[in-house]
Structure formats: structure tokens, C-alpha cells
């Protein structure tokens, strides 16, 4: 994990978010495109300690997509394709031209698995009663007579990414930020540990030195006066 993520960092950035969609929202019989225009805003949260906020731009990202139909939906010759993911020659390109669409110019790599995610038990089942036992959406919700061990979703699409995004300017300058405001003198043990006043003081400022290499500019000003404040 650790190699994959470097090749995701560059320019002194050494870290990177985890997000996920689980399950990932489509409709049974839906096209890959159909599925993915749906969202105009891509349908992940982020499982990285950090509060929650919306992406609208990265540095680099691996995304991976498994459990979603990769058949191409079926259009009459010469019919002009209703949206540019339409017009994508294969499943992969679809989710390609997806990524640039949603954050132009980031360095992204795509990868769809036919194969969905097992969920069967003693998963946890937790699902919403929209999901059918394959994990896709359905408009009305199964009846109480259809639940039970036999109505258990036994799998589910998934869409998961690990990016290199400014959320991380935010994770991290406020670790910075919680480190400073603790008084460590007053814990002894830290200390008898083998960690010296002046190493620990070294590390507060390269973890403040690498929050600021997720900066974009947009905010960053506010949250770095928010650190050097104490």
C-alpha cells in the first residue's frame, strides 16, 4: 500500500485520502454511462479521519469501480450519443472521461472489475430495503414479507478511490494544529519514551510543512494563520 500510494504523491506530498462508495448507487439494468451521468457529482465518502467535505479538485488519483455492468448500451446507428460518456468506445473509457470531467487536469487512473463485492453472510447486513440481492437500486422498497436470511444482499457494486486531494491540507494542518495546543512537558512518559523536546518540535513543523503541500490557495491562507496562531 505504501509503494502505491507514492506513486499517487509528488512534489514533497507523501499522503493520500481513502474514499469509497459502498454500495455504489445504480439502478439494475442501467448502462455504465447511464449510471454515471446520473451523478453529477461523484457519489464517495471519505473514510480518512477528516471532516466530511465535497472534492472539486485533485492532484492524483487510482479509482476502481467492480460489480457494474460493462456491456454498452444499445443506440440506433447514427443516433447522436446524448452524452460524451455515451460516445466512449469501452467501459473503461467511460470511467476515464468520468474522472476528467469531475477533476480536469488531475492525474487519474481508472480500473473496472466485472466481479462485484461479496456480501453475503455473515456480512453485515445492513443494506437498505431499496437494494435488491444483488446490491443495485430499485424504485419501491421489498415488502416485510420478503425479508429474512433468504432476502439478504449477497452482493454489491463498489466504487473505491485513493486520492491525493487539498482535503489533506485540512487533515493535516489540523493535526498540527491539535499537537501544539497540547502541553507534552507535563506528560513524562512521552518523554521517557525516547522522544527528545527538540525532535518532537522538528516533526510539528515538517507534519506543517507537507499540510501546506496540499494547498491550492483557495482557504489556505485562513487555516495557516489558524496554526501559527498557537
Not at 451521468?37 to 464517495?44: F, G, I, L, Y
Amino acid at each position: 500500500m505504501g509503494h502505491f500510494a507514492d506513486s499517487l504523491t509528488f512534489s514533497g506530498r507523501k499522503v493520500v485520502a481513502a474514499w469509497a462508495s459502498l454500495p455504489f448507487p445504480a439502478f439494475c439494468g442501467s448502462s455504465l454511462p447511464d449510471t454515471l451521468s446520473a451523478h453529477q457529482d461523484v457519489p464517495w465518502k471519505l473514510l480518512s479521519s477528516g471532516k466530511e467535505q465535497k472534492v472539486s479538485c485533485c492532484f492524483a488519483q487510482s479509482v476502481v469501480l467492480r460489480g457494474i455492468c460493462k456491456e454498452r448500451p444499445s443506440s440506433s446507428p447514427g443516433q447522436q450519443p446524448p452524452t460524451p460518456l455515451h460516445a466512449c468506445d469501452t467501459p473503461e473509457q467511460v470511467l476515464q472521461q468520468y474522472l476528467h470531467t469531475q477533476f480536469p487536469g488531475a492525474f487519474s487512473t481508472a480500473h473496472l472489475l466485472q466481479q462485484p463485492c461479496d456480501t453475503r453472510p455473515p456480512f453485515p447486513q445492513f443494506f437498505s430495503p431499496l437494494l435488491t440481492r444483488q446490491g443495485f437500486l430499485q424504485d419501491k422498497a421489498l415488502g416485510h414479507s420478503s425479508a429474512g436470511p433468504n432476502r439478504a444482499v449477497q452482493s454489491i457494486p463498489v466504487l473505491a478511490a485513493l486520492q491525493a486531494s487539498p482535503v489533506l491540507h485540512t487533515l493535516l494542518s489540523g493535526l498540527c494544529h491539535d499537537l501544539r495546543a497540547r502541553n507534552v512537558r507535563r506528560w513524562s512518559s512521552f518523554f521517557t519514551a525516547g522522544v527528545e523536546q527538540d525532535d518532537f518540535q522538528e516533526a510539528l513543523e515538517e507534519l506543517k510543512t507537507l499540510s501546506q503541500c496540499y494547498e491550492t490557495g483557495f482557504g489556505a491562507d485562513e487555516s495557516e494563520d489558524e496554526v501559527d496562531s498557537d
